[in-house]
């Protein structure tokens, strides 16, 4: 069965930084594509990041671009999130999603696979 699981969000100011994991287990592949996106209260989910094909491209969204870097370790079977340089308007809950069909990144409506989401939130 199929699972992710993330962890590292929590309360800084703006500025600061945080590092969510999301730990992998039981996908279809070893270096399944994969993605973060985030939910703000009243919005809908918007992608932040992914990493795909064998963990070699990866892919921002314009608001994080330069602040935030996606990366994996293999051996952990685990992806980051490193966001530095946060704003108030990074609030929200994360959210690591797999696709299950490594062809390469195809976003939202591809992921089959999703954590339960870990909150960020970003105080002026």
């Known amino acids: 069965q199929a699972q992710l699981v993330e962890s590292g969000g929590g309360s800084v100011e703006t500025g600061g930084s945080l590092r969510l994991s999301c730990v992998a287990s039981?996908?279809?592949?070893?270096?399944?594509?994969m993605g973060w996106f985030r939910q703000a209260p009243g919005k809908e989910r918007e992608e932040v990041a992914a990493?795909?094909?064998?963990?070699?491209?990866?892919y921002y969204a314009d608001s994080v671009r330069g602040r935030f870097t996606i990366s994996h370790n293999h051996a952990e079977n685990t992806v980051y999130l490193q966001m530095n340089n946060l704003k108030p308007e990074d609030t929200a809950v994360y959210y690591c999603?797999?696709?299950?069909?490594?062809?390469?990144?195809?976003?939202?409506?591809?992921?089959?696979?999703w954590g339960q989401g870990t909150q960020v939130t970003v105080s002026s």
């Open positions: 990493i795909y094909t064998d963990m070699d491209k990866t």
């Open positions: 039981g996908l279809p592949y070893t270096n399944n594509d």
């Open positions: 999603a797999a696709d299950p069909v490594n062809t390469g990144w195809r976003g939202y409506d591809a992921c089959g696979y």
